[in-house]
């Protein structure tokens, strides 16, 4: 059974930084293909947030986080990770971890096509 988990949340001042990572775990060959990372905050959709595709050089960031967050991926391509600066009130939310072995059947920036999730992690900005 494939886990993510996600690891780095917390809360920072208007202006900060932080960097998250999802790590996946009990896959049988290889590491999840597809991953990349979703937010939800109270009373709200989950929204994408930045994407990671396979090919390894094309990536897709929200426009309210772009030139803000940088999504990454290690070598052994199982762990991603988020580093998000500039960080705004708005930021706000639970982030989570999401992938899958195949393409996303909606599209890279909707959730409800990925298969596996993690618990997610919270990120609190105050101004």
């Known amino acids: 059974q494939v886990q993510l988990a996600e690891s780095g949340g917390g809360s920072v001042q208007a202006g900060g930084s932080l960097t998250l990572a999802c790590t996946a775990s009990?896959?049988?060959?290889?590491?999840?293909?597809?991953m990349g990372w979703f937010r939800q905050a109270p009373g709200k959709e989950r929204e994408s947030v930045a994407i990671?595709?396979?090919?390894?050089?094309?990536?897709y960031y929200r426009h309210t986080v772009k030139g803000r967050f940088t999504i990454s991926q290690d070598p052994a391509k199982k762990t991603v990770y988020l580093q998000m600066t500039s960080l705004k009130p708005e930021d706000t939310a639970m982030y989570y971890c999401?992938?899958?072995?195949?393409?996303?059947?909606?599209?890279?920036?909707?959730?409800?096509?990925?298969?596996?999730w993690g618990l997610g992690t919270q990120v609190t900005v105050s101004s």
């Open positions: 009990g896959y049988t060959d290889s590491p999840p293909k597809y």
């Open positions: 999401a992938a899958d072995f195949r393409p996303p059947r909606f599209g890279w920036t909707d959730a409800a096509g990925y298969n596996y």
């Open positions: 990671r595709y396979p090919d390894g050089g094309n990536t």
